[in-house]
T-cell receptor, first 113, second 115 residues
Framework: SQQGEEDPQALSIQEGENATMNCSYK?????LQWYRQNSGRGLVHLIL?????REKHSGRLRVTLDTSKKSSSLLITASRAADTASYFC?????????????FGKGTLLTVNP | NAGVMQNPRHLVRRRGQEARLRCSPM?????VYWYRQLPEEGLKFMVY????????ESGMPKERFSAEFPKEGPSILRIQQVVRGDSAAYFC?????????????FGQGTRLTVV
């Protein structure tokens, strides 16, 4: 079964609006990371949040982590057409190895100009 | 400082042929990780290598797949006798120390199509 499950699977918004994506996971984790993947391209690391952190900001990105609910959210504010991509969460399990990231299936974000 | 370089970007193989995927880590990085992404899926861990050593290959299929990271040259992921189900994007990541729990550097991937 998937460790990280993103929700929704697809999201379509207008430029300037905010986009919120959620990720749920099943096991205890050391950290959770968010990545962006443009169509047919590689992964770009966006942000890492550790299990003892609750919120983190980076530019227009805001990530929250609720370890009691085993969930995280990624908020992109003032979205742009260039934000159109798939977004994945990836977890590093606390009982596992720090090189084995478990990825979800991703949320496909489309930002319409 | 070039990033993680993977080649080829696209590879087409007929069933039964061999596929060789190459990954050159970032300068100064001696740890390499391979992940596979099936269509409409997230990435899944395959193997972790250091120079001349396979550290963890628990995500590798038992047959037909092998990986190496020689003292000199890129890391190679080799798939023998490819089948249609091997069609996927294969990503390589590298790090200076063990682990992807800080900023991880992924390559652009090799998209393998088996026809």
């Amino acid at each position: 079964s998937q460790q990280g499950e993103e929700d929704p699977q697809a999201l379509s918004i207008q430029e300037g609006e905010n986009a919120t994506m959620n990720c749920s996971y099943k096991t205890s984790i050391n950290n959770l990371q968010w990545y962006r993947q443009n169509s047919g391209r590689g992964l770009v690391h966006l942000i890492l949040i550790r299990s003892n952190e609750r919120e983190k900001h980076s530019g227009r990105l805001r990530v929250t982590l609720d370890t009691s609910k085993k969930s995280s959210s990624l908020l992109i504010t003032a979205s742009r057409a260039a934000d159109t991509a798939s977004y994945f969460c990836a977890t590093e399990d606390s009982g596992g190895s720090n090189y084995k990231l478990t990825f979800g299936k991703g949320t496909l974000l489309t930002v319409n100009p | 400082n070039a990033g993680v370089m993977q080649n080829p970007r696209h590879l087409v193989r007929r069933r039964g042929q061999e596929a060789r995927l190459r990954c050159s880590p970032m300068k100064g990085h001696s740890h390499v990780y391979w992940y596979r992404q099936l269509p409409e899926e997230g990435l899944k861990f395959m193997v972790y290598l250091q120079k001349e050593n396979i550290i963890d290959e628990s995500g590798m299929p038992k047959e037909r797949f092998s990986a190496e990271f020689p003292k000199e040259g890129p890391s190679i992921l080799r798939i023998q006798q490819v089948v249609r189900g091997d069609s996927a994007a294969y990503f390589c990541a590298s790090s200076p120390l063990q682990g992807l729990d800080t900023e991880a550097f992924f390559g652009q991937g090799t998209r393998l199509t088996v026809v």
